[in-house]
């Protein structure tokens, strides 16, 4: 539906801006660029979006999976394990923490990567669209 609204939206710039005909200005071309810019900006949001809820995903993952292993490490009764076990398990369990924040901050990362290449994929073409429109016809 909102695809729908886009075209239709940008056909009824087309056709206004098509009533003032300039020599040398290329209407079609200018709004196909801007149309563009605003479907580059569009995948932009909606890769950013589907890292933030998998990121969101992973974080309740891990804080289950934490939340298990303190159950299991506390859960136990006490006098059955010995206190160096006790710490290990402790130990292990903060190795686990430290390995999930590096992966959620590796994640991050990766989205923030992919949304800031849908933009600068439509930077570029934007420059060499320019670099067409500077070019003499011949």
Do not use: C
């Not at 075209?7 to 009824?12: A, E, M, T, V």
């Not at 890769?47 to 969101?56: H, P």
């Not at 992973?58 to 999976?65: F, H």
């Amino acid at each position: 539906m909102e695809s729908t609204k886009q075209n239709s939206l940008f056909g009824d710039y087309f056709k206004l801006i098509k009533q003032f005909r300039l020599p040398g200005f290329d209407a079609s071309a200018i709004l196909e660029s801007r149309r563009k810019d605003v479907e580059a900006l569009a995948n932009a949001g909606t890769t950013a979006l589907t890292g933030v809820q998998s990121l969101g995903q992973k974080q309740m993952e891990i804080l289950s999976g934490s939340m298990s292993r303190l159950h299991s490490l506390f859960g136990r009764v006490p006098g059955q394990e010995s206190k160096p076990a006790a710490g290990e398990a402790l130990q292990q369990a903060l190795r686990a923490a430290l390995s999930d924040m590096q992966a959620l901050a590796g994640d991050a990362y990766r989205v923030q990567a992919d949304s800031v290449a849908v933009i600068s994929k439509r930077v570029a073409e934007n420059v060499e669209e320019f670099r067409s429109l500077l070019q003499p016809r011949k």
